[in-house]
């Protein structure tokens, strides 16, 4: 697999470098869910343009992550699914949206992702668990009441994108995500009972509840039963955070 890309999600991929060779994975983009500009979006979209374009000329599937959270799914009534219609909760939903849409009808070979909170090792400052773990050692935790996200570890991330490309699936989209919406403050007492931190608690009544189908998921990959989601798999996921001393 060639990986596009420096940052998080390129480097999380790094395992899966020697295999799936026919595979040409974008890993590289605007990655923040707020205060991204139209020149930010351009730029993703112009390099989405390029890689297809060398992708279709080399007989190369394009591997291409988009976003199962908030932005996408957040004002889906249920859980969010891939094959019904999307309305975006925000404008970078909306852009990885139109995204998806680009890549469809450029004919170019694709697999779209749709993932989830991804959680390990090399997170942006601006993700949610990094964000929370600052705070948290900061004394003072804002939280938006209501929300729950969906969180993944990298290692499973990385199990199921294998299996996936193994299966040889080809111009089809996939919810990548536990199944199971974590409300926001349990992930901040989580993180602060695994720091011995006890910090102040503060409020915007702004939050956001959604949920991510994996029923496609599922069958598609059926060992996602041995992966051990549930409702308590937020905790394996950052507990794993912070014994690698990312926290």
Request: hydrophobic fraction near 40%.
């Amino acid at each position: 697999m060639e990986i596009v890309g420096t940052g998080f999600l390129a480097r999380s991929l790094r395992p899966l470098a020697g295999r799936h060779p026919d595979t040409v994975a974008l890993a590289a983009g605007e990655s923040r869910t707020s205060g991204a500009t139209e020149a930010d979006y351009a730029r993703e979209a112009a390099l989405l343009r390029d890689v297809g374009k060398r992708c279709a000329a080399g007989g190369k599937l394009l591997l291409f992550f988009s976003t199962a959270a908030t932005g996408m799914y957040g004002l889906a009534e249920g859980p969010g699914t891939e094959d019904d219609p999307v309305r975006p909760a925000t404008p970078y939903g909306a852009h990885k949206l139109a995204l998806e849409q680009q890549l469809r009808d450029s004919g170019t070979d694709h697999l779209i992702l749709r993932l989830a909170h991804l959680v390990g090792p090399h997170g942006r400052p601006h993700q949610l668990v990094p964000t929370l773990v600052r705070q948290v050692r900061s004394g003072v935790v804002s939280l938006h009441r209501g929300a729950a996200r969906d969180l993944i570890g990298v290692a499973d991330m990385l199990t199921i994108t294998d299996r996936l490309l193994g299966a040889g699936l080809r111009a089809d989209t996939v919810n990548v995500a536990s199944g199971f919406a974590t409300p926001v403050e349990d992930i901040a007492d989580h993180l602060a009972r695994a720091l011995r931190l006890t910090p102040r608690k503060e409020y915007v009544d702004t939050g956001v509840a959604y949920a991510i189908s994996t029923r496609k998921l599922r069958a598609l990959v059926p060992e996602v039963a041995d992966l051990g989601f549930g409702p308590d798999y937020y905790r394996r996921v950052l507990n794993d955070f912070i014994a690698a001393g990312h926290a």
